[in-house]
């Protein structure tokens, strides 16, 4: 089992910043890590990831302002996010994955509101 804490969320205006984190219980460097983000009454859609080895990955609509880090002795991933429009409003959501001889192990944090406007 892995708990996952995300925070930094909050009230920003267009064209500011955020960094969100996500603290894990445990370690999580063998695990995929991701943001995710999820609008009332919209299904939930992924922003980025990032696997062990360090590879990203980023959905359309955000990338080149958004950054995904991890920091795998604080057992932390970021999610650095830059140029924030109002259609990034949405509660994000930090995600860590494993697949074992085929097993999916994945575990959610309970999400972080974002809110974009002035």
């Known amino acids: 089992q892995v708990q996952l804490v995300e925070s930094g969320g909050g009230l920003v205006q267009p064209g500011g910043s955020l960094r969100l984190s996500c603290a894990a219980s445990r370690s999580i460097s063998i695990y995929a890590m991701g943001w995710y983000r999820q609008e009332p009454g919209k299904q939930r859609e992924l922003v980025a990831t990032?696997?062990?080895?360090?590879?990203?990955n980023y959905a359309h609509s955000v990338k080149g302002r958004f950054t995904i880090s991890r920091d795998n002795a604080k057992n932390t991933v970021y999610l650095q996010m830059n140029s924030l429009k109002p259609e990034d409003t949405a509660v994000y959501y930090c995600?860590?994955?494993?697949?074992?001889?085929?097993?999916?192990?994945?575990?959610w944090g309970q999400g972080t509101q974002v809110t974009v406007s002035s």
């Open positions: 990032i696997t062990s080895g360090g590879s990203t």
């Open positions: 995600n860590a994955r494993l697949v074992i001889f085929g097993d999916l192990h994945d575990y």
